[in-house]
C-alpha cells in the first residue's frame, strides 16, 4: 500500500509540472530532438590562424634569406661610447656566405704564412752562402799569408846559404893568393885548453887571414877536421 501511494503522489506532481509547463519537451523528446539535429560544418578559423601566424612568416623569411638582396649595407659600428652609422651602396657586390669569408680568410692567411717561410729561407740560405764565402775567404788568405811567409823564409836561407858560399870561396881565393912561404920558416906550436884552430889562426895571422890560415894550418898538420886537444904540438907554416 505504501509504494502505490508513493507511486500515485510521483505521477500526480509530474501531471502538475507537465499542466504548469505543458511548452518544456520531455527529456526523451530533447534527446531525440538533439539526435536528429543536422551537423555543424567543422570551422574555418583554426587553419586561417595557422595560415597567417605560421606558414606567411615563415614564407617571408625563406624570400627573405634567399632571393632578397637589399641595395644598401647598413653597418654599425660602437666605439668609445659613440655609435657610428656607415652606409654601402654597392648593388653589385654579391653577398659572400660566412664560410666562403672563412675559407678565403684561411687560404689568405695560409699563403701569407707560406710567403714568410719562404723569404725566411731565403733570407737564410743567402746568409749562409755568405757566412760561407767569407770563412772560403779567409780560409784563402790564411792559406796565401803562410805561403808567402814560406816563400821568404825560403828565400832568406837561400840568401843566407848563397853568402855563406860566396865567404867560404872568397876566403879560399885569398888562400890560394898569398905565396907559399918556405918549409925553414915554419915553427911549431902547442895548443892551450880550450883553444881552437880558428884561434890559433887569429893569434898568429890576424882576423883578416883567419880562414885562410885554418886552412893551411890543417894541411900543414894534415887534419881532417878543425878538431884539435890540449897539449898538442901543430906546425905554423
Not at 680568410?105 to 733570407?123: D, L
Not at 870561396?169 to 902547442?190: G, L
Not at 893551411?216 to 905554423?236: E, M, R
Amino acid at each position: 500500500m505504501g509504494k502505490q501511494n508513493y507511486r500515485e503522489s510521483i505521477e500526480k506532481d509530474r501531471q502538475a509540472i507537465s499542466v504548469a509547463n505543458p511548452a518544456a519537451p520531455s527529456r526523451r523528446a530533447a534527446r531525440h530532438s538533439v539526435k536528429n539535429q543536422p551537423k555543424k560544418k567543422k570551422s574555418i578559423l583554426l587553419p586561417a590562424l595557422f595560415f597567417l601566424f605560421i606558414l606567411i612568416p615563415v614564407t617571408i623569411l625563406i624570400y627573405v634569406a634567399v632571393f632578397y638582396q637589399p641595395d644598401d649595407t647598413i653597418t654599425t659600428k660602437a666605439a668609445n661610447n659613440e655609435v657610428s652609422i656607415e652606409t654601402n651602396t654597392s648593388p653589385e657586390t654579391p653577398i659572400v656566405p660566412v664560410e666562403v669569408e672563412d675559407e678565403e680568410e684561411k687560404e689568405q692567411a695560409a699563403e701569407e704564412q707560406a710567403a714568410k717561410e719562404k723569404a725566411e729561407a731565403e733570407k737564410a740560405a743567402q746568409e749562409k752562402a755568405a757566412q760561407e764565402k767569407a770563412e772560403q775567404e779567409a780560409a784563402e788568405a790564411e792559406q796565401a799569408a803562410q805561403l808567402a811567409a814560406e816563400e821568404k823564409a825560403a828565400e832568406e836561407a837561400a840568401a843566407k846559404a848563397e853568402a855563406e858560399k860566396q865567404a867560404a870561396a872568397e876566403q879560399k881565393e885569398e888562400a890560394e893568393k898569398q905565396p907559399e912561404t918556405p918549409q925553414s920558416a915554419a915553427k911549431t906550436y902547442v895548443v892551450k885548453p880550450q883553444e881552437t884552430l880558428y884561434r890559433i889562426a887569429v893569434n898568429n895571422y890576424g882576423a883578416a887571414g883567419a880562414a885562410a890560415a885554418v886552412e893551411k894550418i890543417k894541411q900543414a898538420n894534415g887534419l881532417a877536421s878543425n878538431s884539435i886537444s890540449a897539449g898538442q904540438t901543430l906546425i905554423l907554416p
